[in-house]
C-alpha cells in the first residue's frame, strides 16, 4: 500500500508570491491534516479535512487555506508569501472518521521563501 | 498555546541502554500519541494510548499515562543506533480533531 504522497518536497518562492502544495492521502483513508513544522515554533496544526469538509482550522492567518477532493486529495495554498512562512509543511492521513486513530505522515514539503 | 512540554529536550546515551522521555500537558484528553521523526522517514506513529488507559506496551516500547498529573511517558528498552531520532508527544482533545505538538526530545544513541 503506497504511503502518504507530498509534492513537490522542495520549493523556493520569493516573498509574495503564492503556492499550492498537494497531498496524497493513502488509498482509503478520508481523513487529510496539515500541519508546519519550523525550529522556532516546532509542529502546528493547521486544518483538517474529511470528506471534502473542513472539520477544524488552526491559529494560522487567512492566507493559508486548504481544500479537499473527492478523490481525498487534499492541496494547501498559501498566499502573500512572507520569510516567516518557511517551514516543514506535513500532510497526514487516517481512516477513521473520529478521533484516536493513528495518522500516517507524508515526508513533507520543505518550502523556503527568499 | 495548548502545546505540550516534553523533556529533556536532549537524550544521549550509550546503545544497551534504555531511554526514558516525558511529555506533560494542560488540559483534559482524549488520548496521547507518540511519534518519531528522522530524516530518513519522516514522522511515524509509534503508540496510541487512551485516556482510560495507565500503560501500553509495543515491542521494547512501554508508554505510561497519568491523567492526574497531566503527563506521560515514553521508555525505549535496550537501545539501538537505529532509535536516533526526534519522539515527540501529540495529544487529542475533545472533538476537534487535531493533534496538539509537544517540543519534542533529541535522542542520541551512542554505539
Known amino acids: 500500500k503506497a504511503g502518504v504522497t507530498q509534492t513537490p518536497r522542495y520549493l523556493i518562492k520569493t516573498r509574495g508570491q503564492q503556492v499550492t502544495l498537494s497531498c496524497s492521502p493513502i488509498s482509503g483513508h478520508r481523513s487529510v491534516s496539515w500541519y508546519q513544522q519550523t525550529p522556532g515554533q516546532g509542529l502546528q496544526f493547521l486544518f483538517e479535512?474529511?470528506?471534502?469538509?473542513?472539520?477544524n482550522k488552526g491559529n494560522f492567518p487567512g492566507r493559508f487555506s486548504g481544500r479537499q477532493f473527492s478523490n481525498s486529495r487534499s492541496e494547501m495554498n498559501v498566499s502573500t508569501l512572507e520569510l516567516g512562512d518557511s517551514a516543514l509543511y506535513l500532510c497526514?492521513?487516517?481512516f477513521g472518521a473520529g478521533m484516536g486513530t493513528e495518522a500516517f505522515f507524508g515526508q513533507g514539503t520543505r518550502l523556503t521563501v527568499v | 498555546s495548548q502545546q505540550g512540554e516534553e523533556d529533556p529536550q536532549a537524550l544521549s546515551i550509550q546503545e544497551g541502554e534504555n531511554a526514558t522521555m516525558n511529555c506533560s500537558y494542560k488540559t483534559s484528553i482524549n488520548n496521547l500519541q507518540w511519534y518519531r521523526q528522522n530524516s530518513g522517514r519522516g514522522l511515524v506513529h509509534l503508540i496510541l494510548i487512551r485516556s482510560n488507559e495507565r500503560e501500553k506496551h509495543s515491542g521494547r516500547l512501554r508508554v505510561t499515562l497519568d491523567t492526574s498529573k497531566k503527563s506521560s511517558s515514553l521508555l525505549i528498552t535496550a537501545s539501538r543506533a537505529a532509535d536516533t531520532a526526534s519522539y515527540f508527544c501529540?495529544?487529542?482533545?475533545?472533538?476537534?480533531?487535531?493533534?496538539?505538538w509537544g517540543a519534542g526530545t533529541k535522542l542520541i544513541i551512542k554505539p
Open positions: 479535512y474529511f470528506s471534502e469538509t473542513q472539520r
Open positions: 501529540a495529544t487529542e482533545y475533545d472533538s476537534n480533531y487535531q493533534l496538539i
Open positions: 497526514a492521513s487516517s
